[in-house]
């Protein structure tokens, strides 16, 4: 009885604290060099530049850099991108894959805020979700790809992060 006591004690303070969401959309054209190692593994040189919006009116652009690795089924990555919205503000996200896909194609990341100015300076250190997908790829021979691709994400945040965010004013 403690068990579920606590547990659901856990939940409901969980979604107290934790009850507004940041969605992003993200579009981007991508560059890729690979690597193949051997039949299952490979290692890929991996940059993207474009532009995001979130559902609170914010947009912007960014530009990423990073790796990816690829052995059998598992897909390894660490992606940092800058990115600077329309009121200068900037951020840094720092991307790993956490499914069995190719970065390049499709698949699921978790991101951090890693550092930030104005607004982005209240999600320093939020965890949260994305999901690639592509468009179209090129192959541009030896090795070499270039790639159109969607991006949507949504970071879990307290409501009163969100106000702080959504409300933000330059000093």
């Known amino acids: 009885m403690r068990v579920i006591t606590l547990s659901f004690?856990?939940?409901?303070i969980s979604n107290l604290v934790i009850s507004a969401?940041?969605?992003?959309e993200?579009?981007?054209?991508?560059?890729?060099k690979t690597y193949n190692l051997s039949e299952n593994r490979m290692y890929i040189?991996?940059?993207?530049e474009g532009i995001f919006t979130t559902d609170m009116g914010v947009r912007g652009e960014g530009e990423c850099q990073g790796i990816v690795e690829i052995s059998g089924k598992k897909t390894v990555s660490n992606v940092m991108c800058k990115y600077k919205d329309?009121?200068?503000?900037?951020?840094?996200?720092?991307?790993?894959a956490i499914s069995e896909s190719d970065?390049?194609?499709q698949g699921t990341q978790s991101f951090s805020i890693e550092e930030g100015t104005g607004k982005?300076?209240?999600?320093v250190g939020e965890k949260c979700i994305g999901a690639t997908s592509s468009i179209s790829t090129k192959d541009l021979g030896e090795g070499n790809f270039k790639g159109k691709l969607m991006?949507?994400?949504?970071?879990?945040?307290?409501?009163?992060?969100?106000?702080?965010?959504?409300?933000?004013?330059?000093?």
Do not use: M
């Open 120 to 123: 982005w300076k209240e999600l």
């Open 86 to 96: 329309q009121d200068g503000d900037i951020f840094f996200g720092h991307f790993k």
């Open 103 to 105: 970065i390049n194609t």
């Open 26 to 32: 993200a579009f981007a054209i991508s560059k890729s």
């Open 9 to 12: 004690l856990i939940t409901l």
């Open 151 to 171: 991006w949507a994400g949504k970071c879990n945040i307290s409501d009163a992060t969100f106000e702080r965010v959504k409300n933000y004013k330059k000093p």
């Open 21 to 24: 969401v940041i969605k992003w």
């Open 45 to 48: 040189g991996y940059s993207n």
